[in-house]
């Protein structure tokens, strides 16, 4: 039974090939260095094989290659003339004798190769990839050493045609933000993460993506003081005003000169002295409205006070931002005494919006894409964008299966829209 122990050999052989190309493959190369970095036995092979794959690849496509002639020419062909014999001693003629005796033989060992070979040794690999690569990788990087002649002469012909026909080895990216978002949708659906943990990261997806205009507290929505107003409008303003702390403008809101605590300014309101603001006054970081979100989260943390002057290209000061407005834009928007919700979906399955919601939110909620580079921040500028001029009451417009209509104006501002799914016919109108 020598030829049978060699082919169930040569088929285990197999099968340890195949499980170090899945594993190494389908490790992590960030969690590989992690286990490098933890000393783990084997990681720096692993990581070693997984950043050369091409390398690794041809050693292991020559040991696969190679069990399958030895396991063809010599287990193969021993087995099949042993069962021819057993099946003539039996009395079968020599030639259906031959037929069925290699016949047999091959199917047994093209099962036993699929089944032990490939299908059971993968299967493990995806287990637990970075483990099994850890296991494996010092043996296959022996092979590969004892192989290199081979190995490099598969490898460099490898590339040439992959230069021949126009194209790289190596992969274009190792992670994509929509792979990234994919995975944290599996593991709210296993239980690995909650709900809510899943959308505060989405949150931070969407932050990296965001201008600084995309989360401030717009122009029309900031309460200022204005220097050149006497003492009693100054003090009027600041017990009018719910916030604690309030941009400073001297003449206009185009000449913004800094940022005052209301909490400096407690004891002379109490005791019914003149307020000397311009004391107070403290200098504040202005940031250009296309600065990045996540730059005017770090201009914040740099900060004397924790509030941003945005202006635009010409100076003119279109709004402000604290850490409450990047923290909206990760966690969502926390509800005032007068609560106005960004979406509110109704009995029919439309959706009532605010026209100031951010569009990546909305286009999260609806389940439509949009454009990598934009212009407009919210859905008020996607519907604007879209109608090309400012809308009137009524108007609507249909993106990605959904109709638009703007049902309420506050003066030039859209304030509300109503979103409705298209059905078929009205999609094909």
């Known amino acids: 039974m020598l030829e049978l122990a060699v082919a169930v050999a040569l088929i285990a ?23 490098v970095e933890e000393r783990r036995r084997g990681a720096h092979a692993a990581l070693a094989l997984a950043e050369e794959p091409g390398r690794f690849l041809s ?48 199917g047994i060992i093209t099962y036993l190769s699929v089944i032990i070979g490939e299908l059971v040794p993968k299967h493990l690999a995806l287990r637990d990839p970075e483990g099994v690569a850890c296991l494996v990788s010092p043996s ?48 709210e659906t296993a239980g690995v993460i909650e709900t809510g943990e899943r959308k505060m990261i989405a949150g931070v997806l969407r932050l990296g993506d965001r201008a600084v205009r995309g989360v401030m507290t717009p122009r ?40 005052v605590q ?27 409205d296309t600065l990045d979100a996540l730059d005017a989260l770090n201009a914040l943390q740099a900060a004397e006070v924790p509030m941003a002057l945005v202006h635009d290209e010409y100076g003119h000061f279109d709004g402000l931002v604290t850490p409450a407005d990047i923290l909206d834009a990760i966690a969502g928007a926390f509800h005032s005494e007068d ?39 919210t859905a008020a500028g996607l519907v604007i964008e879209r109608l090309q001029r400012l809308p009137e009451t009524g108007e609507t417009c249909d993106i990605s299966g959904w109709r638009f209509e703007v049902v309420d104006l506050d003066g030039r501002r859209v304030d509300k829209i109503l979103v409705t ?7 094909a109108a």
């Open 13 to 35: 052989l197999n099968g340890v090939f195949a499980l170090s190309e899945l594993a190494v493959v389908s490790s992590r190369k960030s969690r590989l260095r992690s286990m």
């Open 140 to 187: 296959m990087r022996l092979v590969s050493r004892v192989a290199k002649p081979a190995v490099w002469l598969l490898d460099a012909s490898t590339r040439a045609v992959f230069r021949l026909i126009g194209q790289e080895t190596e992969s274009a990216s190792a992670v994509t933000e929509e792979e990234i978002r994919h995975l944290v949708a599996e593991a």
């Open 59 to 106: 050693t292991v496509q020559i040991g696969i290659t190679l069990v399958g002639i030895l396991s063809g020419a010599v287990s193969g062909a021993a087995l099949g003339e042993r069962l021819t014999g057993i099946l003539v001693d039996a009395g079968l003629a020599k030639g259906w004798a031959d037929t069925i005796g290699y016949g047999l033989v091959i």
């Open 262 to 288: 209301v909490r400096d300014l407690v004891k002379p309101l109490m005791a019914g002295e003149g307020i000397d603001l311009r004391r107070h006054v403290r200098r504040a970081p202005v940031l250009p």
């Open 220 to 259: 029309t929505d900031v309460d200022w003081i204005d220097l050149h107003r006497d003492d009693d409008e100054i003090r009027a303003a600041i017990l009018a005003s719910p916030h604690s702390r309030l941009p400073v403008a001297e003449g206009g809101a185009d000449n913004m000169i800094g940022v």
């Open 339 to 377: 609560p106005e919700p960004e979406a509110v979906q109704r009995a029919d399955g439309s959706w009532l919006i605010a026209g100031w919601m951010p569009v990546d939110e909305m286009a999260d909620q609806l389940g439509i894409r949009l454009e990598a580079s934009r212009d407009y921040e």
């Open 421 to 427: 799914r298209l059905t078929e016919d009205a999609s």
